[in-house]
């Protein structure tokens, strides 16, 4: 029952059903916005990960080895445990078999696409664990903010090493693509070595995945991005030390 106001004014009962209301209409526009923002992520993550590969018709983009895992990871956290792992495997073993569609020629038309097909779809697949792994261990890690950010590096340099030993890749499926990237990317490399690199870049990711997750807010994330931050310093510090001696002789030599 609606009373009548004379004062034109809204009744405590009248308020109350408006902001109920708006409250949720404001519901239903975050619910909509949280079912899209995963389909964001995957296009962004994979389609950026497709320009890391070798392709005859995709540029190659040597960042994205850096942020398409970002992306890759915010869309697997962003959904539960068995979709999110299934939609993942999904998504690498279709960006592959586009990025690196009839790469490998083998003559005839059907044995390529068919010789494509199955190597690119394994491939996406053992890409995958890491992302996979991540998943299942960091919401058991997620109260410690150091430890959480090392799941997926661990992860990643576990799996790229085990493929590296044996497989139908032969060898480093990775050492390619790390050596045809950018100078910065080159001398990460040469200082901390190919599985170094994979850790670093792989933590990296966490780590910026990590404080997307907490809003960016330094409070939260001061003690896993310093960590970082500090392990990242050690590398560079040896390789100064041990060229430091070499220095000192080129300078004695050249007194001399």
């Given at each position: 029952?609606?009373?009548?106001?004379?004062?034109g004014?809204?009744?405590?009962?009248?308020t109350?059903?408006?902001?109920?209301?708006?409250?949720?209409?404001?519901?239903?526009s975050g619910?909509?916005?949280q079912?899209?923002l995963?389909?964001?992520?995957?296009?962004?993550?994979?389609?950026?990960?497709?320009?890391?590969?070798?392709?005859?018709?995709i540029?190659?983009?040597?960042?994205?080895?850096?942020?398409?895992p970002?992306?890759?990871?915010?869309?697997?956290?962003?959904l539960?445990?068995?979709?999110?792992?299934?939609?993942?495997?999904a998504?690498?073993?279709?960006?592959?078999?586009?990025?690196?569609?009839?790469?490998?020629?083998?003559?005839?038309?059907?044995?390529?696409?068919?010789?494509?097909?199955l190597?690119?779809?394994?491939?996406g697949?053992?890409?995958?664990?890491?992302?996979?792994?991540?998943?299942?261990?960091?919401?058991?890690?997620a109260?410690?903010?150091?430890?959480?950010?090392?799941?997926?590096?661990i992860?990643?340099?576990a799996?790229?090493?085990?493929?590296?030993?044996?497989?139908?890749?032969?060898?480093d499926?990775?050492?390619?693509?790390?050596?045809t990237?950018?100078?910065?990317?080159?001398?990460?490399a040469?200082?901390?070595?190919?599985?170094?690199?994979?850790?670093?870049?792989?933590?990296?990711?966490?780590?910026?995945n990590?404080a997307?997750?907490?809003?960016?807010v330094?409070?939260?994330t001061?003690?896993?991005?310093?960590?970082f931050?500090?392990?990242?310093?050690?590398?560079?510090?040896?390789?100064?030390?041990?060229c430091?001696?070499?220095?000192e002789?080129e300078?004695?030599?050249?007194?001399?």
């Open positions: 029952m609606t009373l009548w106001n004379p004062s004014h809204l009744t405590v009962g009248q109350r059903r408006r902001c109920t209301s708006k409250t949720i209409e404001h519901d239903e619910m909509k916005k079912e899209y995963p389909i964001v992520w995957f296009v962004l993550g994979f389609g950026m990960f497709m320009s890391t590969r070798a392709s005859h018709f540029p190659h983009w040597g960042p994205a080895i850096i942020i398409a970002v992306f890759i990871l915010a869309f697997g956290r962003s539960s445990s068995r979709r999110g792992n299934l939609l993942t495997v998504g690498f073993v279709l960006s592959l078999n586009v990025a690196m569609w009839k790469l490998y020629d083998v003559g005839d038309p059907v044995a390529t696409i068919a010789l494509n097909v190597r690119s779809s394994v491939q697949a053992l890409f995958s664990l890491p992302y996979v792994v991540d998943r299942l261990v960091y919401p058991r890690l109260r410690n903010r150091v430890l959480s950010t090392l799941s997926f590096p992860a990643a340099t799996v790229h090493f085990l493929m590296s030993l044996e497989g139908p890749f032969d060898g499926m990775v050492s390619g693509v790390y050596g990237g950018g100078l910065a990317f080159k001398q990460i040469s200082i901390a070595g190919l599985w170094g690199f994979v850790f670093v870049f792989s933590w990296s990711a966490s780590v910026v990590f997307w997750e907490q809003g960016f330094w409070r939260r001061r003690f896993a991005t310093l960590s931050a500090l392990t990242m310093r050690i590398p560079y510090e040896l390789q100064r030390s041990s430091c001696p070499m220095r002789q300078s004695i030599r050249t007194d001399c």
